[in-house]
């Protein structure tokens, strides 16, 4: 479904700025993998989704998506067919539109019909957009059309998650998309983020900084340092494998500790 | 001496309400929902103006109002080429456009400072013999504004206006979804300056005559109509948004209009313009802050009673020692 060959980018190049957020990674997703990320601050996992999604254009290598060379496609082209959530829940809606109104934008987006740049939602949808919100079970079927910045922040994200989702994306890119919320709601928005990738087999890649997470969800794990992938593990070895093992890992592949703030947050908390 | 409104007063500010409302509508797609200031907004007005007199002059009055939407668009489109494709600033940008537009709209005007159009036939001279009455006028423009106000409202439900809104709301996401900023500013920006530019030709063909510095101001009346119509109305429909601002148009001309009849002279209009704009943005600052206020009072008023009970405790606790 997406393959990533020796992608190296570099920012600020040629200055005192410089920074190869990018080494020559590569990565291979079959159809319907869910893979989790980890790595430490700065390894470069932000920067690998945005690479996918065309925010910047990478200096070296090649990104193929469900067969079709997407290197050098515009970013809003490529995002008709790409999900992608951040970890700020204010990223993903406009808050001054009603919860109908970002529904209908995300439904829309995916038209291609001639006439679709007039195309506007009918009776019909709106009772769909009903039922699906009625699926997150937080009320929200009930407050369509009141504008989305009233939305907690918990609230918002699910909203995201259906919308990245209510066309179903030929990748799903989760940047922590639960790490700023409460861990109640976080985990709501993780149930659903299962149920919904589970059930229409989408491709999805998810960072996390909770290794229990990276090991629990999905059918393979990632782990990033300095730009690149250093450990790929999948399949009956990752079944066997704990939280010491893949630190362990980690520092054998790496040549040191995992260092990320949010990791080590998470686990004091345990 | 009659009352202070009288009804002529009365249709002479909703036909010109109805006819500036136009270019506050624009302001609502451009201000208020794309998040631009588009300066190019008096110039344009202009145009409008110059161009709708000019076709009129040649005899094709209904010609005119599409050839002035056609200027609009043209405008509106060089101000966000100087944005989107050339990185101007978009303050920047609707100034520049707005001082060329200077020169294009003397020579639209055949190279004159003004028109008059007495002896030509508008649509309002059309709407004399076919509807006839007093209130021909203030039926066309109603009409006009009605049918740009439902189809705008229309549009921006529909896939492309959802998109122009939420590129003014939140860049963010629209960088993440599929949407080409550029040209929902383009798009906006077209339509926005096709509304100013029609006010502007309805204006030429209603007053008979244009004049190269009609539209200096029209971005300041234009707003206070805006932010007017934005506080009567609030958040809501598009609709009901849309009917606001024409509303807000409505009330401040009567306002001028008032402002007029209690001998108000005319040089100081652009004064009493700029008064009613500040009035208008800052009344629902002030009304915030007066409930702040009257809160903070009533707040204080307990707390001093919080703040005395402490104070004979401690001194009780004290033994009555020091009294300070
Ligand atoms: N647009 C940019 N301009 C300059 N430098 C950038 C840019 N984006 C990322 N970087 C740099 O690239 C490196 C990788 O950043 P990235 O955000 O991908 O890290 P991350 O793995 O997501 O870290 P975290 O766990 O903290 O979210 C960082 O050093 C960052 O400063
Ligand atoms: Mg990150």
Redesign the pocket.
Same mark, same amino acid.
């Given at each position: 479904m997406l393959i990533m060959k020796n992608i190296t980018k570099t920012?600020?190049p040629g200055t005192v700025n410089e =920074?190869c $957020?990018l080494k020559g990674l590569n990565l291979e997703l079959a159809a319907g993998d869910f893979a989790t990320i980890v +790595?430490s !601050? +700065? $390894? +470069? =996992?932000?920067?690998l989704f945005n690479a996918i999604t065309g925010a910047f254009y990478i200096d070296r290598g090649l990104i193929v998506l469900d067969g079709e060379d997407i290197t050098y496609k515009k970013e809003y082209l490529r995002s008709k067919t790409i999900g992608h959530l951040f970890q700020d829940p204010l990223k993903g809606t406009a808050p001054h539109m009603t919860i109908e109104e970002n529904m209908a934008l995300a439904y829309l987006r995916a038209k291609t019909s001639s006439h679709a740049f007039f195309s506007r939602i009918n009776a019909a949808d709106k009772k769909k957009f009903r039922e699906n919100l009625a699926l997150l079970d937080m009320g929200l079927e009930d407050r369509m059309r009141q504008p989305v910045g009233l939305l907690s922040g918990g609230q918002r994200q699910a909203l995201t998650l259906l919308m990245a989702t209510m066309v179903t994306p030929k990748i799903l890119l989760l940047d922590e998309h639960t790490a700023a919320l409460d861990p109640a709601t976080a985990e709501k928005v993780l149930k659903l983020t299962k149920d919904i990738v589970a059930e229409r087999k989408i491709t999805c890649l998810m960072v996390t900084h909770n290794m229990h997470q990276a090991l629990e969800l999905g059918n393979r794990t990632l782990m990033?340092d300095a730009g690149t992938i250093v450990f790929d593990v999948r399949g009956e070895q990752r079944a066997d494998m704990t939280v010491d093992d893949l630190l362990e890992q980690f520092a054998k592949q790496a040549g040191k500790q995992l260092d !990320?703030d949010r990791i080590l947050f998470s686990k004091a908390q345990k | 001496m009659g009352s202070i409104i009288t009804l002529s007063i009365v249709q002479s500010a909703l036909e010109l309400g109805c006819i500036y409302a136009l270019v506050a509508l624009a302001l609502f797609v451009s201000f208020s929902l794309l998040n631009i200031a588009d300066l190019s907004t008096d110039g344009c007005f202009t145009l409008g103006c110059a161009v709708c007199a000019a076709v009129t002059l040649a005899g094709h009055p209904i010609l005119a109002l599409f050839a002035a939407m056609a200027a609009g668009v043209c405008s509106g489109f060089v101000t966000s080429f100087l944005q989107t494709k050339l990185g101007i600033e978009s303050i920047l940008a609707g100034i520049i456009v707005n001082t060329g537009l200077y020169t294009i709209n003397i020579a639209a005007m055949g190279f004159a400072s003004n028109i008059n159009l007495f002896a030509s036939d508008t649509m309002f001279t059309w709407a004399k013999e076919h509807i006839g009455g007093t209130w021909y006028k203030l039926i066309v423009v109603i009409l006009i504004v009605a049918a740009v106000g439902l189809l705008l409202s229309l549009f921006l439900n529909t896939r492309i206006g959802l998109s122009i809104r939420a590129t003014g709301d939140n860049p963010d996401m629209v960088r993440a979804s599929s949407i080409n900023t550029g040209l929902m500013v383009t798009i906006g920006l077209c339509v926005a300056n096709a509304m100013t530019a029609l006010s502007g030709g309805i204006l030429a063909q209603y007053q008979k005559s244009c004049d190269i510095n009609l539209g200096t101001g029209m971005v300041t009346i234009a707003l206070a109509s805006l932010i007017i119509g934005e506080s009567i109305i609030g958040r809501g429909s598009m609709l009901k948004r849309v009917a606001g601002v024409v509303l807000g148009s409505c009330l401040y001309r009567f306002i001028v209009a008032i402002a007029l009849r209690l001998n108000v002279p005319a040089e100081c209009l652009k004064l009493v313009s700029a008064l009613i704009v500040a009035i208008a943005i800052a009344l629902p600052y002030l009304k915030r802050q007066a409930v702040f206020v009257r809160q903070r009072k009533a707040a204080r008023a307990q707390n001093q009673v919080y703040l005395s009970e402490m104070n004979t405790e401690q001194s009780t606790e004290d033994g009555g020692g020091r009294s300070c």
């Open positions: 920012f600020h =920074k $957020a +790595g !601050n +700065g $390894a +470069g =996992k932000s920067t990033m !990320n | -």
